[in-house]
């Protein structure tokens, strides 16, 4: 059975940085495109980088362009999220997910892009 784990959620102030993993097993991770989501209370499930099998592919949502960056090491089978000025906007649960293919073609950020997730991990920034 495939197995996603988020880890590294966090209390932080805004300006902050945190860094988000996600361990995967039972999966050829290095074939797969990842993704990250995440879910504020009240708000749909949003699609926030993707990264492709190789790593040198990545997408990110407008919102976070520029202070979050994901990466992975398909050696570890681990996806990392590293966020940086953090904004109270940002608070929500963060999700990792496995793609059906090995690039970010799709659109990337459509949670039908992805057939297997992790359980979540907080992340809550304040002001």
């Known amino acids: 059975q495939v197995q996603l784990a988020e880890s590294g959620g966090d209390s932080v102030q805004a300006g902050g940085s945190l860094r988000l993993a996600c361990t995967v097993s039972?999966?050829?991770?290095?074939?797969?495109?990842m993704g990250w989501f995440r879910q504020a209370p009240g708000k749909e499930r949003e699609g926030i980088s993707c990264i492709g099998s190789n790593g040198l592919e990545t997408y990110y949502t407008d919102s976070v362009k520029g202070r979050f960056t994901t990466s992975r090491d398909n050696a570890k089978n681990t996806l990392y999220l590293e966020m940086n000025m953090l904004k109270p906007e940002d608070t929500a649960m963060y999700y990792c997910?496995?793609?059906?293919?090995?690039?970010?073609?799709?659109?990337?950020?459509?949670?039908?892009?992805?057939?297997?997730w992790g359980k979540g991990t907080q992340v809550t920034v304040s002001s």
């Open positions: 997910a496995a793609g059906t293919t090995s690039d970010c073609s799709g659109p990337w950020s459509g949670k039908e892009k992805y057939n297997y």
């Open positions: 039972r999966l050829s991770f290095r074939l797969y495109a």
